[in-house]
């Protein structure tokens, strides 16, 4: 891996406020990485491990939270946009509450209670191997009603863990600011007019979707 792949990444999303992990047209990280936009999976690309390690290191960075945030994709956010996304993470808005399942609503009063979980702990069905519970985590992360990070569990296998938004502020040592959600859906929604500008793209945030 060149040496510089990371730095030129990362100085990147300090100057964007945020990344797509990978997306053909929209500044993404597969993208500065492998020099060229990507269509389908990177794992197969000629860079992908290049691809995995920055990846990695920038998901794990102290400045960068991940979240489901432009157009359902994984996206990464600098701190200095920290407190607009948890101004609008935690609003509850009709965008985020509205049409939600009632195991989605379940699941949201379990982590709201608990304040942290892990998504392989929630109760098993024995109907089936599959997690009864996949479909409510990802209507949690689209509406970014949760905080989600994967992690490697005992046994090898990814999992992910669940957290309030508030417990995820206290965690990280974020201190409340009072933004208006306002204001902070205005900081985000400059930087993707900026993005569908500047790159001829549809890139999208959930509450303009209703």
């Given at each position: 891996m060149k040496t510089d792949a990371f730095q030129k990444t990362f100085k990147e999303l300090k100057r964007f406020g945020l990344l797509l992990l990978s997306d053909p047209r929209v500044p993404s990280i597969t993208r500065l990485v492998a020099g060229q936009p990507?269509?389908?999976?990177?794992?197969?690309?000629?860079?992908?491990?290049?691809?995995?390690?920055?990846?990695?290191?920038?998901?794990?960075?102290?400045?960068?939270?991940?979240?489901?945030?432009?157009?359902?994709?994984?996206?990464?956010?600098?701190?200095?946009?920290?407190?607009?996304?948890?101004?609008?993470?935690?609003?509850?808005?009709?965008?985020?509450?509205?049409?939600l399942s009632r195991k989605a609503r379940n699941l949201l009063q379990i982590v709201d209670r608990k304040r942290e979980i892990r998504a392989d702990q929630l109760p098993k069905s024995p109907k089936t191997s599959r997690s009864p519970w996949r479909q409510a985590v990802r209507e949690l992360e689209e509406r970014l009603l949760v905080y989600a990070e994967e992690f490697h569990s005992e046994t090898g296998a990814h999992a992910k863990r669940l957290e309030?938004?508030?417990?995820?502020?206290?965690?990280?040592?974020?201190?409340?600011?009072?933004?208006?959600?306002?204001n902070a859906r205005k900081d985000f929604e400059k930087i993707i007019h900026k993005l569908n500008s500047e790159y001829n793209t549809n890139a999208r945030l959930p509450w303009k979707e209703m």
């Open positions: 990507i269509r389908g999976s990177w794992w197969g690309h000629a860079r992908g491990h290049d691809i995995f390690r920055v990846v990695s290191r920038i998901a794990d960075h102290p400045d960068v939270a991940v979240t489901k945030l432009v157009s359902g994709k994984v996206t990464f956010v600098h701190r200095k946009l920290w407190p607009a996304l948890l101004a609008i993470a935690t609003a509850r808005d009709a965008w985020q509450m509205n049409g309030s938004w508030q417990h995820w502020a206290k965690r990280i040592g974020l201190a409340l600011v009072r933004l208006t959600l306002e």
